[in-house]
Each structure stands twice: as C-alpha cells, then as structure tokens.
C-alpha cells in the first residue's frame, strides 16, 4: 500500500475502517481480491510476482497491511519481498506481538516498511526505523512512506475527510472511495524530501497516483462492526489501465 487511512475504536458501531490504496508499477503481475486457494480462509489481493500481499483479513478476523518506507538511498536489491510480511501473518496463528517480535528479529533482510497486524481485539504497528512494536491508540490515523501519522499533504488530507465521512449516520463506500481517489497534487512548499527528486515528489504527492509506468493499482475499503462482521470491497484496476473491477465481500467471524 501507499496510503492507508483507518478509524480505530472511534465509531460507535465500526471498531476498524479502513481506506487504503495499493500504488505500483502498472507491469508487475498483480491477481485482485479473493479468497486464496492454497489459504482459503484468506482474503486479499496478491502480488503474482512474489507470492505476497499489501492487505489482507481473514475469516478469523486477522488484519495485516503494509507501506513501504521510502528511502532510495538505502534500497537492496537482494532484499526479500515485503508482501510476505503480510501473507505470514494471515496465513498463521501467532498473536500480533509474537509475530511482530520475529519480524524484528529478521526486519534486516527487508528494504524499509510500516506494518500493521491485528485481531479483532488488538492492533499493533512496527517499523524498523525505530525497531519498537506500538500498539495502535484509538483515533483517526494515517499511514504513507513514512512512519505512521507523518503529516504528509495526502495523509493530513485524508484523515481529515475520513474524520468527516465517518461522522455521518451512515458510512457510504463512495463517499471512502472518492476520498482514495483524489489526484490533486499537494503545493511543492509542503513536499517532503524523500530523495527521489522533485518531479516524482509532486508525482507521488495525490491520494491517487497516476504516471506512465506507476500508479495506484487498487482501492480497498475494510469496515468491522461491533458485531464481528467484515465488509470488504475493492476497486481493482484491469490490466487495459483504463477499467476497472470492483469487488464485495461479505462474511461473518
């Protein structure tokens, strides 16, 4: 993922919503969301080339999704994929923190990430800059390249209207998705210096992302209600760059 924007224990009736989208190059082989074959009880979308996952739940009720943490100046081209960061948590069984205190032990082998995993009583946030598990407070927060809640335009941007869209009586999956699919892009004075230039800056700057070889591949809206049932929907963008799938999910843990 590139920006992942979640309502935690702040709705009386949703514990856990979730706006997020999946930025990548338009020729990495992606498969949308579905319930995988060889984990059945997994749902998410699947990275073709390497086997992994950016977000996923499952039946169960467990929750992972990932950023990269964006540093070109220390990228390793050796490094493993961090998709399974992800897919090794929904595939398993171990609590948050026990799984996250073994990706410690191992986070050298990957490039630069922020993790989430969670269950349907916790949610716990680790990122190697700082190489300390967080459990997540309540609250509207916000995740990009950076570490999470880093003001960045599109993340001050996006939980401000997440704060306004979940105040209305009824949480609407378009008015989630129009907020994903904002392009404006954010005024060079308020641009972080990331190391990738100028011009990608203001390129990667939107909400929604859209260049000639980059952009955002998928939409994902998750909501978990009181009553332990999961909503989830994703608009999925074919392989023509032009249109796109959309896909509802429903189910009870």
Known sequence: MCVILFAYCVHPQFPLIIAANRDEFYNRPTAPAAFWDDAPDVLGGRDLEKGGTWMGVTRTGRF???TNYRDPKHMRPDAKSRGHLVSGYLTGTDTPIVYLEKVKQECGLYNGFNLLVG?????????????????VKPG???????????????????TQRLWQAIKEDKIEDDVLFSILADMEQAKDSELPDTGVGIEWERILSPLFISSKKYGTRSSTILMIDNHKNIMFTERFLLSDLRNWKVSTFRFHI
């Open 64 to 66: 992972a999704a990932i």
């Open 140 to 158: 509207i927060h916000g995740l990009s390249n950076h570490i999470l809640d880093t003001p960045w335009p599109k993340v001050k941007k996006g």
């Open 119 to 135: 269950d349907t009583e916790s949610l716990y946030y680790y990122t190697p800059l700082h190489n300390e598990i967080k459990e």
